[in-house]
């Protein structure tokens, strides 16, 4: 199972700083949407060039213009983009034919998606690269969220998914137990006051 970091700062500056410190211990370095939004895509093309290896991932979270988002996107040096399973299925199919021009790949997260189940199902079929289960801050800060639920969705899917829903070392065994491929992990590191050694017991906890 691959550690994803999820950078959720806000300046490129915060971002370079945190990716520096957690980046010998994770694949995959993620751009979170509201880095993206107050940076714009100028903030993706610093990252890779400081991390070169690191697949580099975009949150972007597109709706609508799939083609058009994705390709600018992997322009700037996105590795992975992702868009959102309630986007339409043309949207879909845009964002994949994008990342097969670039030979690059799309997510498609999960968000907000009542039958994730069926939708991961769909949108893999479309050409998704892998389905991000997740449930995002607002409804992990819901009364009586539990982990459980998307873990038992990933399982059911059978097709390639990440895991995204306040990941933490004390969770994260029961998200590589359930076949994830990909682990997210946001708050757990940036939060830390020590990110890197965060991402390193994080790391340590994947057999
Ligand atoms: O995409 C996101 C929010 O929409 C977050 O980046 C994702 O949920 C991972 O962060 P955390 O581990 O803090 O939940």
């Known amino acids: ?5 999820a950078m959720d700062v806000l300046t490129t500056e915060a971002a370079l700083k945190l990716a520096a410190q957690v980046a010998p211990h994770v694949d995959i370095i993620e751009l979170g949407t509201p880095l993206i939004k107050a940076e714009g895509l100028r903030a993706v093309t ?13 949150d972007l979270k597109t709706m609508d213009a799939g083609e058009l988002e994705a390709d600018i996107a992997f322009a700037a040096g996105a590795d992975l983009v992702t868009v959102l399973g309630t986007a ?55 009364p009586g969220f539990s982990l459980a639920t998307l873990l038992n969705q990933g399982e059911t ?4 998914f990440s895991l995204a829903g306040g990941v933490n070392l004390s969770t994260i065994s029961s998200v590589q ?5 990909v682990a997210v992990a946001g ?14 017991a994080l790391r340590a906890a994947i057999i």
């Not at 498609?108 to 801050?137: C, P, S």
């Not at 137990?177 to 491929?181: E, V």
Request: proline share 3%.
């Open 1 to 5: 199972m691959k550690l994803q970091v």
């Open 46 to 58: 610093a990252i890779k060039a400081a991390h070169p290896d690191k697949i580099v991932f975009a």
């Open 88 to 142: 339409g299925d043309s949207t879909i199919i845009g964002a994949v034919a994008a990342a097969t021009k670039h030979g690059k790949g799309i997510v498609v997260d999960l968000i907000g998606v009542a039958d994730k189940v069926t939708r991961a199902r769909e949108v893999t079929a479309l050409g998704a690269q892998f389905v991000e289960m997740h449930a995002g801050l607002d409804e992990q800060a819901e």
């Open 157 to 160: 899917a059978k097709v390639p």
């Open 177 to 181: 137990r359930a076949g994830a491929t």
């Open 187 to 200: 708050g757990a590191i940036y939060g830390a006051e020590d990110p890197a050694a965060a991402a390193a």
